[in-house]
């Protein structure tokens, strides 16, 4: 397809054309790495497809479906869709908070129990703030994104379903939100006068936030964080395990289902947040660097889809999707690796878990939409706000 078919209304609208213009590379590490991470369920069940693997498998093809049909939908849709979804998000997370259809699981009140089914609404937050913010910022000038009064309805955006979601307690979704919102606002031309004002504040509330705010379970995971030792069979077990795992890998592994932090039950959570120990341990440097190889790969392919786009929504859009996608793998490997508090964020794609993968599949699934319809325009209506 030549760029000048490209040009025309005619040809763009093409069912053939959009789905020849699908970055089928970005789709193919998607893939790969879920792929990695059904490897992986199977191997650490005692070489079986119960009770991980198979569900992986499963979710993961008809999000794969999802994720295409999305990707060939005008950006103009997720355009309009962009606040009613994100209030619908909101109403959602409300609801856990103030009806019996709360469902605590974990110590933390974050599921949404419909009867015939369970939810984590949080999760889905994060899409609909990405989508938000895109379409707020494509609406105002370089000039007020940069620095005005009017930089209070996405720091809103992204302040309530922050504090909701802590108050579950999710602190971990709760950062993912947060760290989102600031790399969107950082993405849009954010002035650095309010980026180090924002930055200082923040550390100058942390340690009052830690002793006074959080809950006591918190407290001690962030203390542990800092001397897993001093507790080495409770609130430091999860880190110290984590880290003999990743460890006893070395170069090579000790080989694929002969993990023993995994294998033998050492390793906690070892099918969601320390999967990437469980790699780590079995398939060793050359699997986990392959790994991280394959996310930065999708990281940097992402981006350039952003850098494409016609549209500022879609340029934001797709970045803050990307973004979103690169700080749940950072907070992941940090976590793991004895770098961070270990806050619940799973490797996405990888970790066994349905909320956190239909997020990014939607989610990619956005960005594939960009990239199909990259030369779309959209309109400058400033909207509700």
């Known amino acids: 397809m030549t760029a000048s078919a490209l040009t025309r209304p005619g040809e763009r609208d093409r069912l053939s054309v959009k789905i020849g213009q699908i970055e089928w590379r970005l789709v193919a590490l998607l893939c790969a790495i879920a792929g990695a991470g059904a490897a992986m369920l199977y191997s ?19 999000m794969l479906g999802v994720m295409l049909v999305l990707a060939l939908i005008h950006p103009k849709w997720w355009f309009h869709a962009a606040y009613p979804l994100y209030g619908f998000l909101l109403f959602l997370v409300l609801l856990i908070e103030f009806t019996p259809l709360g469902y605590t699981a974990g110590g933390a009140k974050n599921w949404l129990h419909l009867g015939f089914i369970r939810i984590q609404p949080a999760e889905f937050v994060k899409l609909g703030l990405v989508l938000a913010l895109a379409r707020w910022y494509h609406s105002h000038t370089a000039k007020e994104a940069r620095l005005s009064w009017k930089l209070i309805f996405p720091l809103a955006m992204i302040g309530v379903p922050f504090l909701l979601v802590a108050k579950q307690p999710d602190l971990g979704s ?37 002793m006074f705010v959080m809950h006591d379970y918190q407290r ?86 952003a850098s494409l786009s016609h549209s500022h929504f879609g340029r934001i859009a797709a970045a803050g999707m990307t973004a979103f996608f690169a700080i749940f793998v950072l907070i992941n490997g940090a976590m793991v690796m004895g770098l961070a508090p270990v806050v619940g964020v799973p490797m996405p794609l990888m970790s066994y878990g349905g909320s956190s993968m239909m997020t990014v599949m939607v989610g990619f699934g956005l960005v594939l939409s960009i ?15």
């Open 220 to 305: 001690a995971r962030v203390l542990t964080f800092l001397n897993p030792e001093s507790d080495p069979a409770g609130t430091g077990y999860n880190i110290i395990q984590s880290k003999i795992a990743l460890g006893a890998g070395g170069v090579l592994g000790r080989g694929y289902g002969l993990g023993s932090q995994s294998q033998l039950e050492f390793l906690p959570e070892r099918q969601t947040d320390f999967i990437f120990s469980t790699v780590a341990e079995e398939i060793g440097f050359i699997g986990t660097f392959s790994l991280l190889a394959c996310y930065l790969a999708v990281i940097l392919i992402s981006l350039r889809i």
């Open 371 to 385: 990239r199909v319809h990259r030369y779309a325009e959209l309109p400058k209506g400033h909207g509700l706000f």
């Open 174 to 210: 709760a950062m993912v939100i947060g760290l989102t919102g600031g790399a969107i606002m950082f993405l849009a031309g954010l002035s650095w006068r309010v980026i180090v004002a924002g930055v200082a504040a923040a550390a100058a509330a942390i340690p009052p936030f830690v």
């Open 44 to 62: 650490i069940a005692g070489s079986d497809w119960q009770p991980w693997a198979a569900d992986h498998v499963f979710r993961f093809t008809v």
